[in-house]
């Protein structure tokens, strides 16, 4: 990687350059964009962002290896702040039975163990390493540069440990995985004892992970066939205090007081929210936890309802946007066509879209002081698109615009030598 690259000729730097907090409101449709771009990167941060003709005369310029953008937009590289990167085998009978409307979306399916478990279990760390690092290539075709993974459905601990273990090892090679700790489904040998398995994660599992470092973030699934939301509270209060980060994931027919609980426990974001009520949505907008929704998901399980974005928006939630990719629910890690999802079908604007995908993901994911922005000294994190104006990101339905994918200064695609 060479230590100075001048990148330059952008018809719009999308910097996204504004307050420190997350987005919100209107502020979600400042992008901050500079006409006929460029940016100086020195070691795989940011140093200089500006109009082409002052940047590529500083002194650090001279000697640095260019970039032409040629016209091209600029922007921050994706971030997905919500996915199961190593997840069960397809469920190409489900998905068939359901087009031919035999079988009707199950409510606990989002958070619940699906028929892939047993696979899981049986497959090497080696062979999810493999299977996890043939996604990682995808999501970076797609303009993804970080991303959050969790572990499986929190039914069965040895099974969560090896696929953590798995993401441990992904990190940083290239891309950010931050790893989450999923709780979604009790495991069927707690039932009748769900406090003392709860007991259990407190005492137990939550210090073993922190010792271990491999989590950064513990999220519960608080709603029917999940955890009630004082047992959350439980669980992400015990998290807190060992340092891991909350987040919660809310069922679509209601929170079942999932909102509450991420609001008073200053969880890192609320995820789903298929169904939220005004008070919730004003919990949500005093709060600094940011609303993760997953319009894909609701789109792949056909579900009657989708995220209430725009009323979250203009009630003053901050809003991110993720794939919700998994192997076996939710087979799209594109998220330019979640973009384009939300902008269809829940009402965005391009440019909210894209603050949602970009910095507010980043504040989801308590990362945002390096990540979601192009401004002096964060990484040189960003994509390229095959058009001139960022609009088309979210008009070109289905099409991938992604010309050059750079992390902290590297170039990995189209050139993908990991």
Partial sequence: ?????????????????????????????????IPDGALLVSDGIIQDVGPSRRVENLAAARDAVEIAADGRVVMPGFIDSHTRLVGGDSRLE?????????????????????????????ASKQKLALLARKTVKQLIRHGTTSLEAKSPWGV????????LRVLEALHGK??????????????????????????????????????????RFVQVRVGE????????????SSARA???IPKVTTGERGSDG???VAVEIEAASADRLDSVTPAEMDRLARSLTVATLLPGVAFHRRLERLPPARALIEAGAAVALATGFSPDECPSLSLPAVLSLACREMGLTSAEALTAATINAAHALRCAGRLGSLEYGKDADLVMLNVGDY??????????????VMKRGQVLFPRMEF
């Fill in 258 to 260: 999932g909102i509450e």
């Fill in 94 to 122: 489900e998905y068939e039975a359901r087009l031919l409307c035999k079988v009707e979306p199950e409510g606990g399916a989002a958070g619940g163990a699906p028929p892939g478990l047993r696979e899981l279990r049986a």
């Fill in 156 to 163: 069965d601990a040895r099974t969560d440990l090896k696929i």
């Fill in 174 to 215: 290239p891309l950010d995985v931050f790893a989450t700790y999923y709780l979604g489904t009790p495991p069927a040998e707690a039932q009748g004892a769900l406090e003392e398995y709860v007991a259990w994660l407190c005492a137990d599992m939550l210090p073993r992970l922190r010792a271990r470092k491999l989590a």
């Fill in 225 to 236: 066939e999940a955890y009630s939301a004082d047992q959350a509270r439980r669980i992400l």
């Fill in 242 to 244: 060992l340092g891991l």
């Fill in 1 to 33: 990687m060479p230590s100075h690259i001048l990148l330059r000729g952008a018809r719009q730097l999308v910097t996204l350059r504004g307050p420190s907090g997350p987005r919100r409101g209107a502020a979600m449709r400042e992008l901050t964009i």
């Fill in 391 to 404: 609009r088309e990101l979210t008009y070109q339905f289905g099409v991938n615009l992604v010309a050059m």
